[in-house]
C-alpha cells in the first residue's frame, strides 16, 4: 500500500508571508494528489488537487507542485490570510484488489495565520 | 455537506458499553469510509466499504466493527467501548466513477469514553 509522510505538522506565519507543506508517497504508480483542509470544527473538504502528468497547478493564492522522480508534492499557499488558518491533509491513492483505489491520507499540518 | 450525515454528534459512553455510529449519505455514491482523527495522528482509516456486499478493514480496525446495510447506510461499531477510543469520527463517501477519488466527509461524531 501507500505509504504519506507529511511535513510539517505544525506551521506558524505572519498575515501576508507564504506558506509550504511538503508531502512523500512510497508508490511511484500513484497518478493523483489531493489536498484537503480542515477548518476548526468542520469537516475536512478538497481544496486542489494535481495529477501526475503536470508539474504544478495553481487556483488563485494556493498552488501544488509535483516532483514524480522525487516522490514529493507540496502545497504552497501566497500572501496567507487569518482564514488560511486550518488542517491541511494531503493525500495519495493506494491501490487495492482489482485495480480499484483509496485515498491515503497524511498525518496532517496545522496552519496558523498570525494576524 | 449536508448530503453526508452522522447520528450522533456528540456522545459520551461508560467503559464496556456498546455503541453504534451511523451514517446516511445522499450522494449517491458506491463507497463509504469510517475514519477517526486523533490530534497529531490526522485521518486512520478503521473500515472501508466499495458496496453493500465488501467489507474491508482498515489501518486500525481492531476493537470495531461495521454494517452496510444499505448503499446509503454505514454504521460503525463499538461492541465494548474503552477510553482510547475517545476520538472524533468521520464518515466519508465517494464514487468509484470519480477520476479524482474525491472524498466527502460527514460532520463527525466526537466520541467520550469515560
Known amino acids: 500500500g501507500e505509504n504519506v509522510e507529511q511535513h510539517p505538522s505544525t506551521l506558524s506565519v505572519q498575515e501576508g508571508d507564504s506558506a509550504v507543506i511538503k508531502c512523500t508517497y512510497s508508490d511511484s504508480a500513484s497518478n493523483y494528489f489531493p489536498w484537503y483542509k480542515q477548518e476548526l470544527g468542520k469537516r475536512p473538504q478538497l481544496i486542489i488537487d494535481i495529477r501526475s502528468n503536470v508539474g504544478e497547478k495553481k487556483d488563485q493564492r494556493i498552488a501544488v507542485t509535483l516532483n514524480k522522480t522525487a516522490k514529493h508534492f507540496s502545497l504552497h499557499i501566497t500572501e496567507t490570510q487569518p482564514e488560511d488558518s486550518a488542517v491541511y491533509f494531503c493525500a495519495a491513492p493506494s491501490r487495492e484488489g482489482a485495480g480499484s483505489y483509496q485515498l491515503t491520507f497524511g498525518k496532517g499540518t496545522k496552519l496558523s495565520v498570525i494576524p | 455537506d449536508a448530503d453526508v450525515t452522522q447520528t450522533p454528534r456528540n456522545r459520551i459512553t461508560k467503559t464496556g458499553k456498546r455503541i453504534m455510529l451511523e451514517c446516511s449519505q445522499t450522494k449517491g455514491h458506491d463507497r463509504m469510509y469510517w475514519y477517526r482523527q486523533d490530534p497529531g495522528l490526522g485521518l486512520r482509516l478503521i473500515y472501508y466499504?466499495?458496496?453493500?456486499?465488501?467489507?474491508n478493514k482498515g489501518e486500525i480496525s481492531d476493537g470495531y466493527s461495521v454494517s452496510r446495510q444499505a448503499q446509503a447506510k454505514f454504521s460503525l461499531s463499538l461492541e465494548s467501548a474503552i477510553p482510547n477510543q475517545t476520538a472524533l469520527y468521520f464518515c466519508?463517501?465517494?464514487?468509484?466513477?470519480?477520476?479524482?477519488?474525491?472524498?466527502?466527509f460527514g460532520p463527525g461524531t466526537r466520541l467520550t469514553v469515560t
Open positions: 466519508a463517501t465517494s464514487d468509484t466513477t470519480d477520476p479524482r477519488y474525491e472524498q466527502y
Open positions: 466499504s466499495f458496496d453493500v456486499k465488501d467489507i
